[in-house]
């Protein structure tokens, strides 16, 4: 159990335009979502916390305007990269915790987005 | 700076080697978990620590949890090449649900 699926897993775009990466925690509910971002051979790091039915809090540094999160169900969050340009190009991640389990973070597989 | 250091940040040594992953911080966290990722992929959960002193076994994986959670170590016996990847580790601080990461470690095993 406890599986996050993340989509699309590769994505391609134009400078200008928006992408929406979707997070959905498939057989558990998650009021909290996590969104990450990933420069190759680093670390992760935290972006936004998500939360069900209320708006995300974003880290210090994240842009709010450029990186959307929208978390209207239990099971879906997305990330919306608007207006994206090459240094948006990296390596996005989201994790769901699960209600009820101490410690339960499951992460999605993760999104390669790469702005032409 | 990094509220969870993690070192050594890259690490290559030949199959059957032993190896050791610290992360220290100065922050109490409720929970230490270790991770590892595969290129293009997502963290992978290994174990959770929650209790101050804890050892955890996972076949060659020996994880330990510190006395006054603060730091954490991740001990491999006897290296194989499919250990090679990325491991982190990421605290739970007592207050809030965010996990708190490491910079990593790159680990490659040679055959």
């Known amino acids: 159990g406890a599986v996050v699926s993340q989509h699309p897993s590769r994505v391609i775009c134009k400078s200008g335009t928006s992408v929406k990466i979707e997070c959905r925690s498939l057989d558990f509910q998650a009021t909290t979502m996590f969104w990450y971002r990933q420069f190759p051979k680093q670390s992760l790091m935290l972006m936004a916390t998500s939360n069900e039915g209320s708006k995300a809090t974003y880290e210090q540094g994240v842009e709010k305007d450029k990186f959307l999160i929208n978390h209207a169900s239990l099971t879906l969050s997305t990330l919306t990269v608007t207006s994206a340009h090459p240094e948006d190009s990296s390596f996005y991640i989201c994790?769901?915790?699960?209600?009820?389990?101490?410690?339960?973070?499951?992460f999605g597989s993760g999104t390669r987005l790469t702005v032409v | 700076t990094q509220l969870l250091e993690q070192s050594p940040q890259f690490l290559s040594i030949q199959e059957g080697e032993n190896l050791t992953v610290y992360c220290n911080s100065s922050s109490v966290f409720s929970s230490l978990q270790w991770y590892r990722q595969e290129p293009g992929e997502g963290p992978v959960l290994l174990v959770t620590v929650v209790t101050g002193g804890e050892v955890k076994k996972l076949k060659r994986l020996t994880f330990q949890f510190g006395d006054a959670r603060k730091d954490s170590s991740l001990h491999i016996t006897a290296a194989q090449p499919g250990d090679t990847g990325l491991y982190l580790c990421a605290g739970g601080l007592e207050y809030g649900n965010k996990l708190v990461f490491g910079a990593g470690t790159i680990l490659r095993v040679k055959s």
């Open positions: 994790s769901a915790r699960r209600m009820q389990v101490n410690y339960g973070y499951t």
